[in-house]
């Protein structure tokens, strides 16, 4: 069945320092969604990618969606301490189901 | 104001002591989803519901059961837990979008942490 794998599982950075996290399917998606939960929250929809090749920036987010669709990564330029939680990618096969199938999420932790 | 609501917070429990999680939303979205969390794991799906009384099993429904008997309301239901069923989880809720293309995000309640001993 269809996977999404999601690198790394953790990440400490320096605050300042640039992070990435990337997310690959085992099969084409239609879509992909970026989630964020704080640490004790709920998951937080950031923003959906659907077009092959798309960029799309938030601040110091930039996401992307690989040209074969079957790819993703979330970049976050210049860590502040407000980035702190847990990042995951879910990933929509093509057809109308009710599968969004979420990667394992990234951890990120920013030290001050 | 929009959400969804998840009941209880917390819950500990015995082995095989029924129990229902609820799940309510005020937004009418056609979709619910309930998902578990765990750690390295990540969000896995239990049971999803496209619409009132359409329900299909997600990617580890064993040892749930879930209903949509009104648009609003998505129970969980654990007949008899087991300690492996200690998780937090969620229930998410969405549109379903127009002409079959899914473009609405999931909203999520605030979780419940279920302990089974």
């Known amino acids: 069945g269809q996977q999404v794998m999601q690198i790394p599982q953790y990440q400490h950075v320096q605050e300042g320092e640039d992070f990435t996290t990337y997310c690959n399917s085992s099969?084409?998606?239609?879509?992909i969604q970026w989630y964020k939960q704080r640490p004790g929250g709920h998951p937080v929809f950031l923003i959906q990618?659907?077009?092959?090749?798309e960029v799309k920036k938030q601040k110091r987010l930039t996401f992307q969606f690989g040209e074969a669709k079957k790819n993703s990564s979330l970049h976050i330029t210049a860590t502040q301490t407000t980035d702190v939680g847990t990042y995951f990618c879910?990933?929509?096969?093509?057809?109308?189901?009710?599968?969004?199938?979420f990667g394992q999420g990234t951890t990120l932790q920013v030290k001050p | 104001e929009a959400q969804v609501t998840q009941n209880p917070r917390y819950l500990i429990t015995v082995t095989g002591k029924k129990l229902t999680v609820t799940c309510s939303q005020n937004?009418?979205?056609?979709?619910m989803s309930w998902y578990r969390q765990d750690p390295g794991l990540g969000l896995r799906q239990i049971y999803y519901?496209?619409?009132?009384?359409?329900?299909d099993k997600g990617d580890v429904p064993e040892g749930y059961k879930v209903s949509r008997k009104e648009k609003r309301n998505f129970p969980l239901i654990l007949e008899s837990p087991s300690p492996n069923q200690t998780s937090l989880y969620f229930c998410?809720?969405?549109?379903?979008?127009?002409?079959?293309?899914?473009?609405?995000?999931?909203?999520f309640g605030n979780g419940t942490r279920l302990t089974v001993t």
């Open positions: 998410a809720s969405s549109f379903t979008g127009r002409d079959s293309v899914w473009n609405s995000p999931l909203h």
């Open positions: 099969t084409t998606l239609s879509n």
């Open positions: 990618l659907v077009k092959s090749g």
């Open positions: 879910a990933g929509r096969g093509s057809g109308n189901t009710g599968k969004l199938i």
């Open positions: 937004m009418n979205h056609e979709y």
């Open positions: 519901s496209m619409n009132v009384e359409v329900t």
